[in-house]
């Protein structure tokens, strides 16, 4: 895996973006995670509940790093029950959770209400989806890990297509940590009655622009400038950034070029709407 530890936010996502293809191939080529997607593969779609799926410990524990719920593992009775519980009863464990991503595997894996059989697990489609989310998860986690101004804006990347609302930002730490910074709301916001912290936002960004991957872009950028500024993080990386603007094409075959951008004040509470346009 490559590391983006030292870099600037904008030079670590630049980078991480340029080589993020051949990361993923080195995660399937490595013989660790070879044998766990093969091991999925071939298990399950003979799985044919919930009771069966955690009990699958190599199956469960993959699917489980795919969602990014690694430190949730251990936890395999609340799984079960999550997974067996009926999302449409306001009431339902799977409702009553706040962390997202155990709403996302609900979703994902498809278990009739009750934990009965999911139709998902023999397609071929659906399991390529899954692998494809595992292999995912282990790039962006292992070039987090020493950037996390990078990390924050690599989630950011990954999910923005999935967003649909300002809850859906909110209710994602990493998410509502992203928007935060990037527009220039104070973290004292999260102790805020939500209503009002949605409007707030609504009123600082159009939401639907999150559909267009340049609005994404802007979005990036803004955060990886105010995060690096806030933070004191070194903008430099001159060695790496020549090394890209030498090997490294970017979009229609031009060059990365690092873009120097002047934030007005950072003291005290700061505003960022100067530097989006």
Do not use: C, H
Not at 30 to 54: C, H, M, P, W
């Amino acid at each position: 895996m490559i590391s983006l530890g030292g870099m600037s936010t904008q030079v670590a996502v630049k980078l991480f973006d340029a080589t993020r293809d051949k990361q993923l191939d080195l995660v399937a080529n490595d013989a660790l995670n070879a044998r766990q997607i093969e091991a999925f593969k071939e298990r399950i779609g003979d799985i044919k509940s919930a009771k069966e799926f955690v009990a699958d410990t190599e199956v469960y524990t993959f699917v489980m790093r795919a969602f990014d719920l690694e430190d949730q593992i251990f936890g395999k009775a609340m799984i079960r029950k999550v997974l067996e519980s009926n999302s449409d009863e306001p009431s339902a464990l799977v409702n009553r959770l706040s962390n997202p991503k155990i709403k996302e595997m609900y979703d994902t894996l498809g278990f009739a209400p009750g934990g009965g059989r999911s139709f998902n697990f023999n397609r071929t489609g659906w399991q390529d989806e899954v692998i494809d989310r595992f292999k995912e998860r282990i790039v962006l986690n292992s070039a987090g890990e020493e950037n996390e101004g990078a990390r924050i804006a690599l989630e950011f990347k990954s999910k923005a297509g999935e967003i649909n609302s300002w809850l859906d930002v909110l209710k994602d730490a990493d998410l509502g940590s992203f928007m935060r910074r990037a527009l220039g709301v104070p973290n004292e916001a999260i102790g805020v009655d939500l209503d009002r912290q949605i409007a707030l936002f609504e009123q600082k960004f159009d939401i639907e622009k999150l559909k267009d991957p340049a609005e994404v872009d802007k979005l990036v950028s803004r955060f990886s400038a105010i995060y690096d500024a806030v933070e004191g993080v070194s903008s430099a990386s001159n060695t790496v950034l020549s090394l890209m603007q030498g090997a490294v094409s970017i979009g229609q075959g031009s060059s990365f070029t690092a873009a120097t951008i002047n934030i007005p004040t950072i003291t005290g509470g700061y505003s960022a709407s100067s530097i989006y346009r």
